[in-house]
């Protein structure tokens, strides 16, 4: 299986600043990376996927990139809305694999 | 919209079987665009990819190794809707299930509502 690996595990951030989260994959996946959020109590919601392509209806102030084994999640001004943890899955080959996860909190 | 509503019990004993079912609602089971998941999370594992199920001109599933001999999807096509059947559970079954969708490219665009299921005595 491929194992996903994402840091930091948890951060502390205040509103406006500017978020970078890293997942990096235990082999080559090429551009099958999504990133999801969830909140407390909910479903994961999808926000971005083949790595760089946002969902319909999310704010343009998440992106993503990367290729190969090293992907990054920016939120460019973190929002009040954003505080969530954030987790990162392949889709290169099954089993599909999620990251551990990264928590967003408020400083 | 897709739209996924989920339903089974909460609490099931060891040994027994789990069984949770996926409503769809806005798109079809039978459509050859997506593909029918089940995840669950846990504090110990995380989120976990179960399996799933797909029509490509016919049925096919795929499982996880870690659950493969225990589990089983079934398409409804009847009631347009999927379920998951987990036999021989034990405690370390305990976790939130969800079912979503994906559009064949294994991104998960939408998930249930989650289903707390305990597995105790």
């Known amino acids: 299986d491929i194992q996903m690996t994402q840091s930091p595990s948890s951060l502390s951030a205040s509103v406006g600043d500017r978020v970078t989260i890293t997942c990096r994959a235990s082999q080559y996946i090429s551009r099958f990376l999504t990133w999801y959020q969830q909140k407390p109590g909910k479903a994961p919601h999808l926000l971005i996927y083949t790595s760089s392509s946002l969902q319909s209806g999310i704010p343009s102030r998440f992106s993503g990139s990367g290729s190969g084994t090293d992907f990054t999640l920016t939120i460019s001004s973190l929002q009040p809305e954003d505080f969530a943890t954030y987790f990162c899955q392949q889709s290169y080959s099954l089993p599909w694999t999620f990251g551990q996860g990264t928590k967003v909190e408020i400083k | 919209q897709v739209q996924l509503q989920q339903s089974g019990p909460g609490l099931v004993k060891p040994s027994e079987t789990l069984s949770l079912t996926c409503a769809i609602s806005?798109?079809?089971?039978?459509?050859?665009?997506?593909?029918w998941n089940w995840i669950r999370q846990s504090p110990s594992r995380g989120l976990e990819w179960l399996g799933r199920t797909y029509y490509r001109s016919k049925w096919y599933n795929d499982y996880a190794v870690t659950v493969k001999s225990r589990m089983t999807i079934n398409p409804d096509t009847s009631k347009n809707q999927f379920s998951l059947q987990l036999n021989s559970v034990s405690p370390e079954d305990t976790a939130v299930y969800y079912c979503?969708?994906?559009?064949?490219?294994?991104?998960?665009?939408?998930w249930g509502q989650g289903t707390l299921v305990t597995v105790s005595s």
């Open positions: 979503a969708r994906d559009d064949s490219g294994g991104s998960l665009e939408s």
């Open positions: 806005g798109d079809s089971v039978s459509s050859t665009g997506a593909a």
